[in-house]
């Protein structure tokens, strides 16, 4: 993975905090609920933002593990996967700016494998200490969500397991920001990212770099 594909990644992730406040931003402001009055509630939210990037990473190892093998048996396979990766990217664009709402369809698919974990993390709450707020997040990390499987393609298409892990990891760190605002109490962020107009330079600014992957594959199918 080049350096530019990782600051890629986590500048995606960072712009999609956006996103990020309206599908985990619920769940970061509870864990000051979960969490015992008498503690600081820093080593949670780091735990379970641990726990949560952690299933990203995983993600996108399994992603790019996946991809590889497809390569080696199928010799369109890579470009089929860049194609993908940008037009899944194009949707999430269109998705925060409001422009097109299709890849719902995709969060709602993802329901049927949340519905099985998220039992899980209702026996984890309240947290007995922050170790105990790892596993929760492991599991809010499956949370069925566009921005994720958008990246993930991007991770599929990367040629390796390695660079699937790298991608998802860049990816998580750069959502870090908001949800650590949301759970802090820094609403000054989440009015921020919440303005009208800081949508749509967010969406812009995520198109943009969608069509630059879409050149990318265009180039590898004109090398077939």
Known sequence: MSEFTGLSA????????????????????????????????WPYTVSYNLGRVSSYTLAGA????????SSSFI??????LATISGIMLLAMAAYLGRWWMGLTRLERAGQHLWKKLQPLSRKLVPFSSPWAA????????????????????WSLASGSAFS????????????????IATSIGAHWVVNALQKPVVRQIIAGLLAVFALI????????????
């Open 75 to 80: 010799p369109v396979a890579g470009p089929v």
């Open 134 to 153: 790892l596993p929760y997040g492991i599991i809010w990390g499956w949370l069925p969500c566009g921005l994720v499987y958008s990246v993930l393609t």
């Open 164 to 179: 699937g892990a790298q991608i998802m990891l860049c990816f998580g760190l750069g959502t870090l920001p908001a949800l």
């Open 62 to 69: 399994i992603a790019g593990g996946l991809g590889q093998m």
């Open 213 to 224: 992957l879409l050149f990318n594959a265009l180039r590898m199918w004109l090398t077939i």
């Open 10 to 41: 986590f500048f995606i992730g960072l712009a999609g905090g956006l996103h990020c406040l309206g599908m985990c931003g619920g769940i970061a402001s509870a864990l000051r609920l979960a969490t015992p009055s008498h503690d600081s509630h």
